[in-house]
T-cell receptor, first 108, second 115 residues
Framework: EDQVTQSPEALRLQEGESSSLNCSYT??????LFWYRQDPGKGPEFLFT???AGEEKEKERLKATLTKKESFLHITAPKPEDSATYLC?????????FGSGTKLNVKP | DGGITQSPKYLFRKEGQNVTLSCEQN?????MYWYRQDPGQGLRLIYY???????QKGDIAEGYSVSREKKESFPLTVTSAQKNPTAFYLC??????????????FGPGTRLTVT
């Protein structure tokens, strides 16, 4: 069964304290792995698509990496405005499968 | 401005009434999706459509219906048969991968409250 698991469920960081969010998946074939940011009451905002193991993508303080079984979203020197829920999704065929998200809180 | 619009932002209905949520996209995407999000939970797929006049049930289709008469539009009807309709509804569209890339974008969402 296709499945996506994100950890931790919640993460509290001090401003400037770097960390990583994990997304592990079990799917039969992978067309892409996606990262989103979601603010309360809003739709998810697309961040990255990763297609193959070893691929990396960066955007400001965020860097996403992909292996055959999991993806990491590394946050370097986070700021309070990085506080949000980060969602991971995989696309095996036609349907996207989402994890439950990691709620990140960055304290000043 | 390219994007996905959903209307209304907030919707209130009485139990037993059907209600239709609007979703329009001008990204020229072939595929469109409806998700439901409950507090503290991930996104659950209701219906999706890969092409005009065709759609498939997702994981929680019972009590919902959709149509796809135009590429740009994918309205969702929440029927009185849906036992727990109060939720945040998200519409999305995606590229089809014909160019080798997949990207899925979301609308701002509609918060439906049924009392």
């Amino acid at each position: 069964e296709d499945q996506v698991t994100q950890s931790p469920e919640a993460l509290r960081l001090q401003e400037g304290e770097s960390s990583s969010l994990n997304c592990s998946y079990t799917v039969s074939g992978l067309r892409g792995l996606f990262w989103y940011r979601q603010d309360p009451g809003k739709g998810p905002e697309f961040l990255f698509t990763l297609y193959s193991a070893g691929e990396e993508k960066e955007k400001e303080r965020l860097k996403a990496t992909l292996t055959k079984k999991e993806s990491f979203l590394h946050i370097t020197a986070p700021k309070p405005e990085d506080s949000a829920t980060y969602l991971c999704a995989v696309l095996p065929f036609n349907k996207f499968y989402f994890g439950s998200g990691t709620k990140l809180n960055v304290k000043p | 401005d390219g994007g996905i619009t959903q209307s209304p932002k907030y919707l209130f209905r009485k139990e037993g009434q059907n209600v239709t949520l609007s979703c329009e996209q001008n990204l020229n995407h072939d595929a469109m999706y409806w998700y439901r999000q409950d507090p503290g939970q991930g996104l659950r797929l209701i219906y999706y459509s890969q092409i005009v006049n065709d759609f498939q049930k997702g994981d929680i289709a019972e009590g919902y219906s959709v149509s796809r008469e135009k590429k740009e539009s994918f309205p969702l009807t929440v029927t009185s048969a849906q036992k727990n309709p109060t939720a945040f509804y998200l519409c999305a569209s995606s590229t089809s991968g014909r160019t080798g890339s997949y990207e899925q974008y979301f609308g701002p969402g509609t918060r439906l409250t049924v009392t």
